[in-house]
């Protein structure tokens, strides 16, 4: 098509819009006829269900409550110390070892479009190591790195680390 006629035929739509747009404000009256009134319906509408009201009756109490919960602790205690079995559950000792721990301090982490796990930057006794999770560095193996902190894991000890801030 030539450009002339694109042009008109885009004039004529600018034209028929706002004259559409002009019509419907300006165009149309909002008077309301005077003789026309609204008829109300004169039924009795009654719906299908009952209201009921939900009633009580307060009781004024004349006694103090709290001289009242000091007897019941008192009759509970009596109670407790007749009719109690006590079963001793034994406890399992965890024996304690001194596990000296490397100097570990963790400087973050990268996560790679398209590696599931993380590369966690951490110094362990003043060597800089890059590892991801799951992976043993000198008997330390890294759990899980998180934003601020990393969870690792020490002779079966397991420590949380948090992150250095600079």
């Not at 149309?28 to 109300?40: I, M, P």
């Not at 602790?73 to 109670?79: G, I, L, N, P, Q």
């Amino acid at each position: 098509m030539n450009k002339k006629y694109v042009n008109s035929v885009l004039i004529a739509f600018l034209i028929v819009i706002w004259g559409a747009v002009i019509y419907k404000y300006f165009g149309k009256s909002n008077t309301v006829e005077v003789g026309v009134e609204n008829k109300v319906s004169s039924t009795n509408y009654q719906p299908k269900y009952n209201i009921t009201k939900d009633t009580f009756l307060l009781e004024i109490i004349n006694k103090t409550p709290f001289k009242a919960s000091k007897n019941l602790k008192k009759k509970a205690t009596v109670v407790k110390k007749a009719k109690t079995i006590v079963k001793k559950i034994p406890k399992k000792h965890v024996k304690k070892t001194n596990v000296t721990w490397p100097d570990i301090s963790y400087h973050g982490f990268v996560k790679g479009d398209k590696k599931s796990t993380r590369l966690v930057l951490l110094k362990i006794n003043k060597k800089l190591y890059r590892k991801r999770e799951k992976e043993t560095v000198d008997g330390l193996t890294l759990i899980k790195a998180y934003n601020d902190s990393l969870w690792v894991s020490f002779n079966n000890i397991k420590k949380t680390i948090t992150k250095i801030h600079d």
